[in-house]
């Protein structure tokens, strides 16, 4: 044990002289950390950011008991905290297309309403005719623009609102027309009916109040940034460690510490030792940073702590495994970027790990990345308890356990050399 951990303190000590690589190891994830924190700040719900939606609206319906135009007109003039449509009316229908064509983005979304649409729709219903085109709705071609989607769900449902209205209407005539009823016509207002109606309808969300239940967990997008870029960064410090390894092979530094009274599983587990404790220095330090700079939040610091030393640990495994199967230096590097770049995109690290389909969460799993972006997320984001982050905990030992398992079996200590006959 004390040769272990003299060869870990060698290896350490060997580490700290480069004291440019030690701050680069923390200034350059901070860097990335803190401008993908900021460019994706607006997406996290802080009540600071505001969806804007440009509408240029045609009403062509003139007359007086025209509904349709007017009803979309006054749905779609919201302001809140979240949401701003504002909606621009012009004279004519190309116009509109016009500003939703316009390279500048004058328009997000354009509608236009027919003449007589709202009257085409009272005589479809009298008629048992479904109404069809009462409203135009233009946008770019192949656009997935949500915004859009936005102001269609709000047309939608104001014109699903008139034909509740116009279906009442529709009642009321069939009513006064069966035997034994009278109804003065000249009393029948159509559009006063349907006004009523829809106003009814659109108010329905009125009826349901929306509570909460729980915590409310406050996020922020370095919680999303800072343990995946973390973690990214500390997994291509395997590539310095690999690479030194690969060097006392290769210079023969590991027979030469043969022939002396060193067990082989001693030098390798000293080495072992100084990955797993630079690996976690980095995370730690770049955890606490974000605590005190970037206000990350922080539901369980033990929880996080444990997940951080599984994930030091299963960093470790990983690497004595990749230096067991590459044979040089010039090796190395393309093989720890493919893995790390590889695992840390379908694992979590650039966007929560959640938002992934199921198939996709799962096959994740092949890389570190995925079980430690799972833990935070769910500690830091989601406000899970230790109980509920443990498998996690427990899958990133098991992960180390089974890398430092196969890498002990396939390591070598010294290159194999030919033999001329």
């Known amino acids: 044990m004390k040769t272990l951990w003299y060869i870990a303190k060698k290896d350490l000590l060997q580490i700290t002289k480069d004291r440019n690589g030690l701050i680069l190891m923390l200034v350059v994830p901070l860097v990335l950390i803190s401008i993908v924190g900021f460019a994706f700040g607006s997406f996290y719900g802080d009540g600071s950011s505001q969806i804007q939606i440009k509408v240029a609206l045609n009403n062509q319906e003139t007359a007086q008991d025209a509904f349709i135009g007017k009803t979309i007109a006054s749905a779609l003039k919201v302001k809140t905290s979240q949401l701003a449509i504002t909606v621009n009316e012009y004279r004519h229908p190309a116009q509109v297309r016009e500003q939703v064509g316009a390279s500048n983005d004058a328009a997000n979304v354009g509608i236009v309403s027919p003449s007589r649409a709202s009257q085409t729709l009272i005589n479809d219903l009298q008629q048992k005719v479904t109404p069809k085109n009462l409203v135009q709705f233009y946008t770019l071609p192949n656009t997935n623009d ?191 970027s493919l893995v790390v770049l590889v695992t840390s995109a379908i694992g979590g690290a650039w966007w929560p790990l959640f938002l992934e389909p199921t198939w996709m969460q799962q096959l994740a799993k092949i890389g570190i990345t995925a079980w430690a972006m799972e833990g935070l997320n769910g500690s830091m984001i989601l406000g899970k308890g230790f109980m509920d982050i443990l498998p996690d905990i427990l899958g990133l030992l098991a992960y180390g356990l089974i890398c430092l398992m196969i890498a002990l079996r396939l390591f070598r200590f010294q290159q194999k050399t030919a033999v001329v006959k």
């Open 146 to 336: 949500l915004r859009i989607t936005v102001v269609q769900n709000i047309v939608n449902k104001v014109v699903q609102s008139i034909l509740s209205g116009s279906a009442g209407v529709s009642q009321v005539y069939q009513v006064c027309h069966q035997p034994g009823n009278h109804c003065a016509q000249n009393t029948i207002d159509p559009a006063a009916i349907s006004a009523t109606v829809a106003k009814a309808n659109g108010e329905a969300d009125q009826a349901t109040q929306t509570l909460t239940a729980g915590h409310v967990v406050k996020v922020g997008p370095f919680d999303q940034a800072l343990p995946g870029y973390a973690i990214f960064f500390s997994l291509f410090g395997l590539n310095a460690v690999a690479a030194t390894i690969l060097q006392e092979k290769e210079d023969g530094t590991f027979r030469r510490l043969l022939i002396a009274p060193i067990q082989k599983y001693a030098l390798l587990g000293g080495k072992m030792l100084a990955q797993f404790i630079v690996t976690m220095a980095q995370l730690s330090i770049l955890f606490l940073v974000g605590y005190v700079v970037f206000k990350v939040h922080m539901n369980d610091w033990l929880t996080v702590s444990l997940l951080l030393i599984g994930t030091s640990f299963a960093a470790t495994g990983l690497g004595m495994l990749l230096v067991s199967l590459v044979r040089t230096r010039a090796q190395i590097t393309p093989v720890v």
